[in-house]
């Protein structure tokens, strides 16, 4: 008997050794594998788009009622601006390379039209010539007899269809962060994919094809860790650098779940409750105390929910339990629906150590509501300073480029050659490897947050060394990075000592021009202008008067061309500011020690002991100001409200002489004026310490009269009106101090609420709860996203000049006059309204599904795409872009809609 079992097992085991394939799980019987793709796909193309026009539509197929609604044939002809003849058409491309294993499947294209005249399209329109769309569609095929759950990744792609399912959004950065969850029933399943090449993240200098890959990978249909391991501290000197903690999970499974406890291991009890949201309001001028930098926590878990098909942070504190742990193992706890009994997920951290004085990495909270990280380098024991900054240090950033993270090595240690500066040497991530939103809203909220979280990295390690003055910033940046110190040096120019761009290009309008988006005309023009106002660093450059500027660029770049350095170095000179430029001969984008040359060298060292007082106090300057949510103060002069939100406002100060332009109201600093009196706009004010009460003096114009001292609210009675973090076009969405809160009314709408809340976590990291449209779901600090078919939500606002009813919008425009829009075929809105506070409301409206999927495509995700205050669309927007809207634009400090507004 034990000789025949011997046998067998041989047997067995000498078959599996031939066929491999025959002892993996999920495998067919006839030795196929469940998933796959097709390798032969048509595609259709290719036409006109502009730099960052997808997310408005603008697809030339929509106006013949969309890809999905045309079949292959090769003898068809589609008008189209840029082939020969200006006809598109169909073709057969096989993929360039397809696999499949017992658990994943994946298919690689690469897309290329040689018969365009690129080159010559370049002469004309530079690279906004090589952006350009088409589509393409595939199968997926699924054997077998049960349905199977997957995450479908979708790298460099923006939009896709799978059957007759829309998903907008995808991966256009192939951050892999927040995959769509899939149910695939056996059989075949057609695959829409919608092809837009940029610039910025597919290159403009060699063949201007589309490369994308497809990969679906099995998922458990159940709890799972959507990122491995555990978002930590660095242990430095045996102590966790900051005590804040996040794991990524995702729900793959079709029922909702919910998070009951998070432990370590080898610990009894419930560990420390996930975070609550941030409480903590700071604005372009705030500070914030020790009592505020400290974590948030709660003796008892919040609930916390995961949707089906959902991914969310989940943020929590931490302890190390003995200074010699290896690592970190966690167990969570949840339960599926109202089912018992609970489930659990273990997941393990490797514990990464340092010097105190290397460069680490240390946690903190993102006004989000979930944990980011930055790289930060202390003063080192050696660094010989001034005696006046000896106990209190400047900090010097350093911002990455777009694609990398602050703990990457060519981060992190770009500044290894020059480890004795006096000063605070920090790297922050901007949340993502594109730093959100390219060290804007988003990204740079994360950098605020992370210098006024070392004071809880100061109590975790028990910091001995020099203090740090979070109002003294030297900045320094290379690429994209090079680019947020532009943003850094025009948007708070009263907190920087010096600044040093390094590569940065000039403004994302500059580096790839607004150039073959579909014609609208100029009034529309002029608003999608007015919303990127805060990108053109151009209009910006008197801001950085008295500043010191080094600017350095390679000759040879061919990823951001020298003309932007060059371009904003004659800026900076017209504007009469202190700035050099160093041009690198025969050097390319980047090198080993582009971030120490000699001249930044010598630059980082005599800034880092300067002991000179900031903020500066200046006699005669010029202070623009695109968007006053997101500017800071100059010399102490800081704008509060603009008349018309869409234009530029100017402060030019000559002595006690104040000249406005655009400007509603402003801040003064008495500190840093230190005057009796100003002349403002030709009318004087009394600004001696008696007439301020609060350490600040603020005068406001009321409906165009003169100048009074005292905000906008002091005169407007009951009336609501907007202020702070509301202020700015649609991606003043993205200031929330607090997770994001997405309502929805419910079946008819949850597809759409969740692809917001995907799209929210894959390009800013971002956390979102996921609700029902019941009162009790909006509490909470953080802005909220309606989604709504016909009726939308009652507003806070008690006389909101929108009203989204069943099948119709209407609009009173600045005169009170009273504009209804509807349409056979539908419509779709977008529109901010106000909350309680500074919180805001960001309302997504359709007619049906079909249009609320138009208008979920405005929520702020790639930067630079422009979407104003409100937008009102019609069908033809699918096709036309941002000539089909019928109505958008800004709403005022009291949210009428402005006069520049198109209605």
């Known amino acids: 008997m034990a000789v025949w079992l011997w046998c067998l097992f041989c047997l067995l085991a000498s078959s599996a050794r031939h066929d491999e394939r025959a002892t993996e799980p999920h495998v067919n019987r006839d030795g196929t594998y469940p998933l796959a793709f097709s390798t032969a796909w048509a595609v259709l193309g290719p036409f006109q788009a502009g730099t960052r026009e997808g997310t408005w539509g603008a697809d030339p197929l929509e106006y013949l009622g969309g890809f999905r609604a045309l079949q292959y044939d090769q003898d068809s002809h589609f008008r189209s601006s840029l082939p020969t003849n200006g006809t598109a058409k169909w073709s057969i491309v096989q993929a360039k390379q397809t696999t499949s294993t017992s658990t994943s499947a994946n298919a690689s294209l690469s897309i290329s039209y040689p018969d365009v005249d690129w080159d010559f399209l370049k002469v004309v329109y530079g690279w906004a010539a090589v952006q350009y769309q088409a589509w393409a569609r595939g199968q997926i095929v699924v054997t077998g007899n049960a349905s199977i759950p997957v995450v479908l990744y979708t790298d460099w792609i923006l939009e896709y269809w799978v059957d007759d399912v829309h998903y907008f959004g995808g991966d256009f950065f192939t951050f892999r962060q927040a995959p769509a969850v899939l149910h695939l029933s056996p059989g075949t399943h057609a695959i829409d994919l919608r092809l837009v090449r940029d ?84 604005g372009p001028n705030a500070r914030l105390t020790k009592s505020q930098t400290s974590p948030p926590s709660k003796s008892s878990l919040p609930r916390t929910f995961l949707v089906a098909g959902q991914t969310r942070p989940v943020a929590f504190n931490i302890s190390l339990q003995t200074q010699y742990a290896s690592s970190i193992d966690c167990i969570i706890t949840y339960k599926v629906g109202n089912h018992r009994p609970h489930l659990t997920l273990s997941v393990s951290q490797h514990l990464t150590r340092s010097s105190i004085y290397a460069p680490h990495k240390f946690t903190y909270l993102h006004p989000g509501g979930m944990v980011s990280y930055a790289m930060l380098r202390p003063p080192a024991k050696n660094a010989t300073c001034h005696p006046r900054n000896a106990t209190s240090l400047p900090i010097l950033f350093g911002f990455h480029g777009a694609g990398l993270e602050a703990d990457n090595g060519i981060v992190a240690h770009a500044l290894d050659p020059v480890p004795d500066l006096c000063a605070w040497v920090m790297f922050p991530t901007g949340v993502t490897p594109w730093s959100g939103d390219d060290w804007h809203n988003w990204g740079f909220a994360d950098v605020e947050y992370a210098v006024h979280s070392i004071q809880t990295w100061m109590k975790s390690v028990a910091w001995q060394g020099p203090d740090i003055d979070v109002g003294r910033w030297i900045v320094t940046g290379h690429s994209n990075g090079g680019q947020g110190t532009w943003y850094a040096l025009t948007h708070r120019p009263d907190q920087i000592v010096a600044a040093a761009p390094v590569s940065g290009y000039a403004s994302i309008q500059k580096y790839v021009p607004y150039e073959l988006w579909q014609p609208m005309d100029p009034r529309r023009a002029a608003i999608m202008g007015g919303t990127l106002n805060s990108y053109r660093h151009e209009m910006l450059m008197e801001n950085a008067q008295g500043i010191p500027v080094l600017q350095q660029h390679g000759e040879k770049d061919d990823n951001v061309p020298a003309y932007n350095s060059r371009f904003l170095s004659q800026k900076l000179f017209e504007a009469g500011t202190n700035s050099s430029y160093y041009e690198l001969p025969g050097q390319g984008h980047y090198f080993d020690t582009v971030m120490t040359t000699e001249q930044l060298v010598r630059f980082y060292y ?288 009291q949210w009428n809609v402005t006069s520049s507004s198109l209605v």
Request: charged content about 20%; some cysteine; proline content about 6%.
């Open 199 to 282: 610039v910025r993240a597919l290159g403009g200098v060699n063949d201007p094809s589309i490369d994308v890959l497809l990969e679906l990978q099995k998922a458990p249909g159940a709890l799972e860790l959507a990122k491995p391991g555990i978002l930590l501290s660095d242990v430095v000197d045996g102590k966790l650098a900051t005590p804040i903690a996040s794991v990524i999970l995702r729900n793959s499974g079709k029922h909702d779940v919910e998070i009951i406890d998070i432990q370590i291991s080898d610990v009894r009890g419930p560990f420390p409750s996930p975070l609550a949201d941030v409480q903590v309001v700071l």
């Open 606 to 893: 005599k800034y880092a002991d300067s002991v000179e007082t900031i903020p500066r106090r200046l006699q005669d300057f010029t202070f623009v100001v695109a968007n006053p949510g997101d500017m800071g103060s100059k010399s102490g002069i800081r704008v509060l409200h603009l008349e018309d939100p869409g234009q530029y406002g100017k402060v030019v100060v000559n002595g006690h002489s104040i000249q406005t332009s655009n400007v509603l109201s402003i801040e003064f600093d008495p500190n840093l004026m230190q005057m009796s009196s100003i002349t403002l706009d030709g009318q004087e004010l009394d600004v001696s310490m008696s007439t301020i009460q609060s350490g600040a003096m603020t005068a406001s114009k009321v409906e165009e009269g003169p100048w009074k001292i005292g905000d906008l609210s002091a005169s407007q009675g009951s009336k609501i009106y907007r202020q702070g973090r509301q202020l700015g076009a649609m991606t003043a969405i993205l200031r929330t101090r607090g997770s994001f809160i997405i309502r929805h009314q419910g079946k008819d709408t949850a597809h759409v609420a969740l692809q917001v809340s995907r799209n929210l976590h894959q390009y800013f990291s971002a956390d979102s709860r996921i609700a029902s449209t019941s009162p009790a779901s909006i509490s909470g600090s953080g802005n909220v996203i309606s989604v709504c078919i016909g009726q939308a939500p009652p507003s806070f606002h008690p006389n909101f000049p929108i009203v989204a009813g069943a099948t119709a919008v209407t609009l009173r425009d600045w005169r009170g006059r009273l504009h209804t829009f509807s349409e056979p075929s539908g419509l779709a809105a977008a529109f901010l309204r106000p909350l309680e506070g500074e919180q805001l409301e960001l309302v997504l409206w359709g007619s049906s599904q079909r249009r609320l999927a138009q208008a979920a495509r405005l929520v702020p995700m790639l930067t630079g795409v422009g979407q104003p205050d409100f937008v009102v669309l019609g069908e033809s927007a699918s096709w036309r872009g941002v000539e089909g809207a019928l109505a958008l634009g800004f709403f005022d400090h």
